[in-house]
């Protein structure tokens, strides 16, 4: 099995469905065929750095 690789805009647009639409995460994970794992330290760190979540 490969490893998928996606651009910087896909991986932006999921973390904005997430940040800013309020979506939760399993739903965009199950939606985008994602691993939650992937995504909550996406956003996590996103959060982290706009100072929106703990450090």
């Given amino acids: 099995m490969t490893r998928r690789k996606f651009s910087r805009e896909f991986k932006?647009?999921?973390?904005?469905?997430?940040?800013?639409?309020?979506?939760?995460?399993?739903?965009?994970?199950?939606?985008?065929?994602?691993?939650?794992?992937?995504?909550?330290?996406s956003v996590k760190g996103t959060r982290v750095e706009t100072g929106q979540g703990r450090r």
Avoid: F, P
């Fill in 12 to 41: 932006i647009e999921a973390m904005k469905l997430v940040t800013e639409r309020g979506v939760s995460v399993a739903q965009v994970c199950r939606d985008l065929e994602l691993a939650e794992s992937v995504l909550r330290a």
